[in-house]
């Protein structure tokens, strides 16, 4: 079992910068691709960016440029840092842990924190 917890939502103000972490504890040495993913209203929860265990990074066409994502191994933490924040960004914002066996995979969410970018 893997336990999320995010943290660094808020309101912002547009062109703003908030930096997102999520704390992983239980099984994360069984961790393989952490990620965020983000709802609004209304709509279907998205991938923002992820990571995985082979180095690789994803971000969604709409992130590129402005969000960066990290690992910190040593800590188990994942950050979201999100620059140039627009109205569109605003969501709850999900971490999300897969964790892949030989025989199967497990996918594991945060309860969420909410970003509101607003003037």
């Known amino acids: 079992q893997v336990q999320l917890v995010e943290s660094g939502g808020g309101l912002v103000q547009p062109g703003g910068s908030l930096r997102l972490s999520c704390a992983a504890s239980g099984s994360t040495a069984s961790i393989y691709a952490l990620g965020w993913y983000r709802q609004a209203p209304g709509k279907q929860r998205e991938l923002v960016a992820e990571t995985d265990g082979d180095g690789r990074t994803n971000y969604a066409h709409s992130g590129m440029g402005r969000f960066t994502i990290s690992r910190d191994i040593a800590q188990n933490k994942l950050h979201l840092q999100m620059n140039d924040l627009k109205p569109e960004d605003t969501g709850t914002y999900y971490c999300?842990?897969?964790?892949?066996?030989?025989?199967?995979?497990?996918?594991?969410w945060g309860p969420g924190t909410q970003v509101t970018v607003s003037a």
């Open positions: 999300h842990a897969r964790v892949i066996t030989v025989v199967t995979s497990y996918e594991f």
